[in-house]
């Protein structure tokens, strides 16, 4: 027999995608391997125009039309280096560490352009009004971003609860970042830093699974050089989501999904080829009627659909998050921009 469950988990949910990046200058998943291609150095520039020809034979670097989006690029490149062995009888001119080093290095010019652009982002008229709301309401925001800005303006300090990150889930505003964060780190990768600088936010009985964040959040400039690589799940069609934070991460996005009685979709488009993200939302909605998994045997009570409201211009976009709620879930869409739409709610 089920128990009683008093409340929902958090009454509102917000779910925050490249859109609302955006509206804060960050560029757009469609265009970011055009805008970051002359922050490049010279040779990922050369190493990355060969992967690209070779995917692409019509590509070129004066038609942008040619240009792959990051997400396909980053597709392709994961597919050669799966059936790189298999695919030659030898090594030949390009290795296989070189692929490696050339993604590589493209993952990390990103994050630190990244960096860069919080301090302008911050200064975005409407964001202190979105975040005065999250706070106010003591909302989930579910983000999709890796970007640092909700995380230093809704939390004081940063800790484990923050980041929906400890075994249970708390009270107040919680900001849970299913692609990872560019202030993320494996543990072993900050072990020489100051234990006041940072902070563990998951830890794992295997320290090599334990995850840091560098207190107050920012971009890592190592005075010796080192390069410290975040925790972010690239944007490819095949997401690797094992490690065991991304566990914990998606099965307390699914809890928070499941109770509200509201979700609002700001900027997120529900990317056609992202099935680990549609197959999250499709659990949630379905718990809404039925009830969370409680254990082998029951659930807990279903909580209702939940009224879900799509701010983005796009109407395709509010077409795909329709289809994956169904049609028993009210979806409403206002084919706004998020600040327009906050001053209509204010």
């Known amino acids: 027999m089920a128990s009683k469950q008093s409340k929902p988990l958090r009454d509102t949910v917000y779910v925050v995608g490249a859109g609302f990046s955006a509206g804060l200058g960050y560029p757009l998943t469609k265009s970011l391997l055009i805008d970051v291609w002359e922050?490049?150095?010279?040779?990922?520039?050369?190493q990355l125009q060969k992967?690209?020809?070779?995917?692409?034979?019509?590509?070129?670097?004066?038609?942008?039309?040619?240009?792959?989006?990051?997400?396909?690029?980053?597709?392709?490149?994961?597919?050669?280096?799966e059936l790189f062995s298999a695919s030659r009888r030898a090594e030949g001119g390009f290795t296989e560490d070189r692929l490696e080093e050339t993604?590589?290095?493209?993952l990390f010019t990103i994050a630190s352009w990244f960096h860069e652009l919080y301090d302008t982002a911050s200064e975005t008229d409407w964001l202190a009004?979105?975040?005065?709301?999250?706070?106010?309401?003591?909302?989930?925001?579910?983000?999709?971003?890796?970007?640092?800005?909700?995380?230093h303006?809704?939390?004081?300090?940063?800790?484990?609860?923050?980041?929906?990150?400890?075994k249970t889930l708390g009270t107040g505003p919680v900001l849970?970042?299913?692609?990872?964060?560019?202030n993320w780190y494996k543990g072993t990768q900050l072990q020489h830093i100051p234990e006041g600088k940072r902070v563990e936010i998951f830890h794992s009985s295997n320290e090599s699974r334990c995850v840091h964040a560098f207190l107050p959040p920012r971009g890592v400039k190592s005075k010796s050089g080192k390069r410290y690589d975040p925790l972010i799940i690239p944007p490819t069609y095949f997401k690797?989501?094992?490690?065991?934070?991304?566990?914990?991460?998606?099965?307390?996005?699914?809890?928070?999904?499941?109770?509200?009685?509201?979700?609002v979709f700001l900027g997120y488009s529900l990317p056609a080829a992202d099935l680990h993200a549609q197959f999250i939302f499709r659990c949630a909605f379905y718990n809404q009627f039925h009830g969370r998994i409680r254990n082998?045997?029951?659930?807990?009570?279903?909580?209702?659909?939940?009224?879900?409201?799509?701010?983005?211009?796009?109407?395709?976009?509010?077409?795909?998050?329709?289809?994956?709620?169904?049609?028993?879930?009210?979806?409403?869409w206002i084919p706004k921009r998020i600040q327009d739409w906050l001053d209509d709610d204010a």
């Open 129 to 151: 009004s979105i975040v005065e709301k999250f706070k106010r309401e003591g909302a989930a925001i579910v983000s999709f971003n890796w970007d640092l800005v909700l995380d």
């Open 51 to 81: 992967i690209i020809e070779f995917h692409h034979p019509f590509f070129s670097l004066k038609r942008s039309t040619t240009f792959p989006d990051i997400e396909q690029l980053l597709t392709e490149m994961s597919v050669n280096q």
């Open 103 to 106: 993604r590589n290095e493209l």
């Open 296 to 332: 082998s045997e029951e659930r807990f009570p279903a909580t209702g659909a939940a009224k879900v409201i799509i701010v983005n211009p796009d109407q395709d976009a509010a077409k795909r998050i329709e289809s994956v709620a169904g049609p028993d879930i009210q979806c409403v």
């Open 176 to 182: 849970l970042k299913p692609h990872g964060s560019l």
């Open 240 to 263: 690797n989501f094992k490690p065991e934070i991304f566990q914990r991460l998606w099965n307390h996005c699914t809890e928070i999904l499941s109770t509200p009685r509201k979700i």
């Open 153 to 166: 303006l809704v939390f004081n300090d940063i800790d484990a609860e923050s980041y929906g990150l400890s």
């Open 39 to 46: 922050r490049l150095s010279p040779d990922a520039c050369h």
